[in-house]
């Protein structure tokens, strides 16, 4: 049986896969927020590792809040940067496989064709920049990892932008939603089915990107959510400029999902 530790494990993501996790009787989940294992010290990164003979480590722990960043790059960088690096090298020392969840902020959006894990990296703003440098730190520090970009998360878990928008339909029947970013919206579970295909499947080490098939803006996409849910909400599409945000946000970013096998697609 394969052990699995996974960090991160009460954000979006980690209550996402620990809801499927028991589907998957071969690998033995230990799930771990903050509480748990601070990432941030990398003592105690090394003590969990040292205990107990994991195969694999997910990493899903991340500072997420990207206007936040840019007020306070310094735990931005700690969390998104300097744990990671700290994970990569204890995950080297102790023999474990990194999956390290990524992001699609590490792209400029001057392209207008989704983005392939080879094409340039270059961040806007504070989350992307700290997000890209904790890549360069994993591919320095170890060979055995997979680094998964994903984008544009929602789920019935955490806080995301399909669960916003369905709470703003309940107090407005008119909303303000940015039409000039596009990108690709992703079911955190099929992120969390692909983590989990990548273990079983154990593709050669190295960049993936995993997002979902349509390639909308957000306006779109809230559009989509109110014809989903039978709601009766009048959308209206505004700019990047009218929209108050203290973080420069990439105008396009959709990514294109690195195939492993077709039995993984949702």
């Not at 896969?17 to 799930?31: A, D, P, R, V």
């Not at 990164?45 to 790059?73: F, H, W």
Request: aromatic residues 10%; proline residues 3%; glycine residues 6%.
């Amino acid at each position: 049986m394969l052990k699995v530790l996974v960090t991160g494990a009460n954000g979006q993501v980690g209550q996402a896969l620990q809801s499927i996790s028991g589907l998957y009787k071969q690998i033995e989940f230990t799930f771990m927020g903050s509480k748990e294992l601070d990432i941030t010290s990398k003592e105690s990164i090394g003590k969990v590792l040292e205990e107990n003979s994991y195969n694999y480590l997910i990493n899903l722990a991340a500072y997420t809040n990207v206007d936040n960043a840019e007020i306070d790059p310094q735990k931005a960088y700690l969390v998104n940067t300097t744990a990671v690096e700290d994970l990569a090298k204890a995950a080297s020392k102790y023999g474990v496989v990194l999956l390290h969840l990524s992001t699609d902020f590490v792209f400029d959006g001057n392209k207008n064709s989704p983005y392939t894990p080879e094409d340039y990296t270059c961040a806007l703003n504070v989350y992307g920049k700290s997000k890209l440098e904790a890549e360069k730190q994993i591919i320095q520090s170890l060979t055995c990892f997979y680094i998964i970009r994903s984008s544009w998360l929602y789920s019935e878990f955490g806080h995301n932008f399909k669960k916003t928008m369905l709470g703003l339909a309940m107090r407005n029947k008119q909303i303000k939603v940015v039409n000039d970013q596009i990108g690709t919206p992703t079911n955190a579970i099929d992120l969390c089915k692909y983590l989990i295909a990548i273990i079983e499947q154990k593709p050669a080490y190295g960049i993936y990107h995993f997002a979902g098939p349509k390639v909308c803006s957000w306006f779109e996409f809230a559009k989509s959510i109110f014809l989903e849910n039978n709601l009766d909400v009048e959308v209206l599409p505004i700019s990047s400029k009218e929209f108050a945000s203290k973080a420069i946000r990439p105008n396009y970013s959709a990514l294109q999902t690195s195939e492993l096998e077709p039995t993984i697609k949702s």
